[in-house]
């Protein structure tokens, strides 16, 4: 809901959500709940409105005591844990955040890193920035594979025999955030931290996840890649709105998504189901249209709001019941989730995707394709603190969703299109270069085979 608004320029569920964060903190103070989660808080600074800053604050602070700090990977010793932390691993433990609050929880990931990445950029707060680039490093020394895989975590007790064993799970929140975190950084001025990251990180997944919809949809707006490699972007965000609105869901009427972007259907609401799905509405905002008249255009931006709106308030009714119920669970439930993302214990489990087809291309026949018979929509491009950015509308023109134009034949691998480490662009800076690198490996790996006209897109398995 915060960034439907962020990205529509309003504020209608503003004082919703202040509501919402000021009963999840009633209940778990300081946001934790048994995990380190502080995702909402963050969201809703887009509103500018101090309340949710000292909020968002607050939801840091509480996490940032089960971040592993220099000092205390120095001393191997935590207030909040009762276990001696390994010496060092593949290199120090320093930046990494446990997974939840157990005393005895000995898993760590970086997951902490897109967080205080947003946090620095929406206040330019120095502490925010060296947090982001300590976890950042602890992603790249510490869970980043020898082939360029980001893994889930890393155990840190010294007593035990898995001490600084990597959890071999694959999930596409940690390439996600990581991404998402590099791609901040690069983008907040004067910020030089990011130099020191060794360009040529990979980043390679063999599932799809609204995490990584997330990631590319805020390299595209932030335009820190080539011009290739964002079209492709663009264009691999506009198949995942194809699928979700037209196999994701029992009909053009409906807002119920379900957790599988190739079907089937969801026919009951799932919060879960639903974040997912709206991820990738949100992300299909900012994509330019084709060019279209003004009455045309005002027409498309309704339909295309009406279809993310619709989303949103059709689960209005269900949050508010299911909210009291979630907080009551989070509060008797200790235990550390698997994945942000679970299905419910009734919904089936879905094949991870694995093939190496071409992803931005597969599945979308042209019926589904981005309904060019419709006309595109124009929406303002928003500044990250929440002010309509007119040199970004201008630099990408006009904005907006339904227009894009999804081909049916293979495209032309970006990959070989953009500089690669051993001779980047001129005046490019070197973390521009990390983050084509990640993207340019992901296009490589997806790319390898031939398009297949008959192949749905692929399943999205989120943990």
């Not at 196999?247 to 639903?274: E, V």
Request: aromatic share 6%; with cysteine; hydrophobic share 35%.
């Amino acid at each position: 809901m915060a960034e439907f608004d962020r990205l529509m320029n309003q504020t209608m569920y503003k004082d919703m959500l202040k509501n919402y964060s000021t009963l999840a903190e009633s209940v778990g103070p300081g946001f934790l709940n048994g995990h380190c989660k502080m995702d909402c808080e963050v969201d809703c600074m887009s509103y500018q409105d101090p309340d949710f800053l000292t909020l968002a604050a607050t939801s840091w602070a509480s996490a940032r005591r089960y971040t592993i700090s220099p000092e205390q990977a120095a001393t191997r010793t935590m207030e909040t844990k009762q276990f001696t932390l390994a010496s060092s691993c593949n290199s120090t433990l320093a930046g990494g955040t446990y997974a939840n609050t157990d005393p005895n929880g000995p898993s760590l990931d970086g997951l902490a890193s897109g967080v205080s990445a947003l946090l620095a950029e929406a206040t330019s707060n120095q502490t925010y920035i060296d947090a982001a680039v300590e976890s950042a490093t602890f992603i790249q020394s510490n869970l980043l594979t020898p082939s360029n895989i980001v893994l889930s975590s890393i155990e840190s007790n010294s007593d035990q025999s898995s001490s600084c064993s990597v959890s071999q799970v694959k999930t596409p929140q940690g390439s996600g955030t990581f991404i998402e975190g590099l791609v901040i950084l690069a983008g907040i001025p004067n910020n030089t931290s990011t130099e020191s990251l060794v360009d040529g990180v990979y980043n390679i997944f063999n599932n799809g996840g609204h995490y990584i919809v997330r990631a590319l949809a805020s390299l595209y707006e932030r335009n820190k890649t080539s011009s290739d490699l964002r079209e492709y972007i663009k264009e691999y965000i506009g198949v995942q709105y194809n699928a979700v609105i037209e196999q994701a869901r029992t009909s053009r009427k409906s807002t119920i998504y379900g957790l599988s972007w190739t079907g089937p259907p969801g026919t009951s609401f799932n919060s879960t189901h639903q974040t997912a799905a709206l991820t990738a509405l949100l992300s299909a905002i900012q994509l330019p249209d084709n060019p279209v008249t003004s009455e045309t255009a005002s027409s498309a931006k309704k339909d295309f709001a009406g279809i993310i709106a619709g989303s949103v308030v059709g689960g209005i009714a269900f949050v508010t019941a299911l909210i009291a119920g979630a907080l009551f669970l989070c509060k008797r439930h200790h235990q550390r989730s698997d994945s942000p993302l679970v299905a419910d214990g009734n919904s089936p489990m879905l094949t991870p995707f694995t093939t190496t087809q071409n992803m931005a291309f597969s599945g979308i026949s042209g019926e589904q394709h981005w309904r060019n018979q419709e006309k595109p929509a124009r929406f303002p491009v928003v500044a990250m603190e929440g002010e309509p950015s007119s040199s970004r509308a201008a630099d990408n023109g006009s904005v907006g969703a339904v227009g894009v134009n999804v081909r049916t034949e293979p495209m032309t691998s970006p990959g070989n299109q953009v500089a690669g480490p051993e001779n980047p662009p001129p005046g490019d800076r070197r973390e521009h270069t990390l983050i084509e690198e990640l993207l340019r490996s992901l296009n490589t790996r997806i790319s390898r085979d031939r398009w297949n006209a008959d192949e749905l897109p692929p399943d999205y398995h989120e943990g």
